[in-house]
């Protein structure tokens, strides 16, 4: 595959990287979306009625599935590090497409497990690493414009998708919208992948960015912002990252802030149900969230560029603490749809900051392999939350108590991230440059 994507190089006009950019975008716009809690809430109630699963029954499988994601990620991180997110992503997004296939056809809470679980694993580890990682390794001064970019596209697949399988399921049936959807995800995700991401431009005698532009004047490696060129870049190998304390505590705040992203997001449409909203516009809750992480990406990228990354930790993370706690107290749809929104802008901040900081307080050398143990705490938080609310409402008959209970934990994480600042050159023994071979 080395030499086809050389000839494809040779033939694009442009950067190499804006082509990364791009397949990563049709994953995160197709496959990530399609095992996401937003488009699983959807199916919550019709599911769950037609078969009488109790709520913490169907939400057990997204926290399983998590669970396999995070004993999964440290190992498919060094798989990034050494051969690329091609292979990866590609296997991973027809895994996710079968998976949804076979999800019509499930009649049994054992089958639900059975299939939903491995394709959550894939939505949770492999797919969100392998985008991630592959943007991260193919741009540095340019990597908070382009993550953003991949993330709008994600953002944009999480709006659409919801809406496009209430419609399905409205008109033929929860079944057909899972054979449509992951019959997409089969047909646009896996191919392309494959055969033309490559791991780093290195690998193909390109330099990050293109070799455009300079260090812009002011800007220090270990500084308050971030790296701008190969020559700022530090890269810490696993061991060295873990006796950091910006590692741990950015990965106590992955931990609490994604217990509200999941356990909120793939609740709000039956938190509406359960108060007499129509499904069709309790739907709205969950477009909501996802399209209003697409602006979100551009604003908190874009403050990202004068902002430390610990304040965008703790911005994003009161946002998203506001968003749940303003959803736990809406009564009606006109309220869910704001707090949902809320929500969904300090979610977007969550996505960049997860991609981006990583990247620059470690570099891009082990980049797979360091950032899989946040992603770890990441999709472990994401297991915890759908399972906690459904538990909670099975035993209460409310949502409230548990939707409260998150934002107010991730409010005090967050300002924790205050003392989340970037480790300096000799923390990492001088660091690592990157070959071809590396």
Known sequence: MRSLQTRAVRATPFYYGWVILGLSGVASYSSRPLMSVAVLTVFFIPMSEQFGWTR?????AVSLGGVVGAFAAPLVGPVLDRYGAGMVVGISSGIAGVCAVILGAVTQIWQFYLVYVPG???FSSPLELGTSVAVSNWFIRRRPFALALNHVSQGSGLAVMPLVAQAITGAWGWETAWYALGAWTVVIGVIPTILLMARRPED???EPDGGSGAPRAGRQSGSARRPQGVQDEINFTLRQ???TRAFWLMVLFSFASFIVQAGVSLHQVPHFIDQGVPASNAVWTASTFAISQVPASIF???LSQKAAARFIMLGSGLVVSCGAITTAFAGGIAMGVFGAFILGFGVGGLHII???V???YFGRLHLGAIRAWGLAAQ???????PIAAGLAVDRVGSYQGAFLAFGINLAVVSVLMLTATPPGREAADGGQEISAAG
């Open 56 to 60: 913490a029954e169907f939400a057990g």
């Open 120 to 122: 959550r694993m894939v």
């Open 204 to 206: 193909l005698g390109l």
């Open 241 to 243: 990252t873990m006796r």
């Open 300 to 302: 908190w990228s874009a």
């Open 354 to 356: 997860a991609r981006l």
């Open 358 to 360: 990583w990247a620059d």
């Open 379 to 385: 999709v472990g938080g994401q297991a915890l939350g």
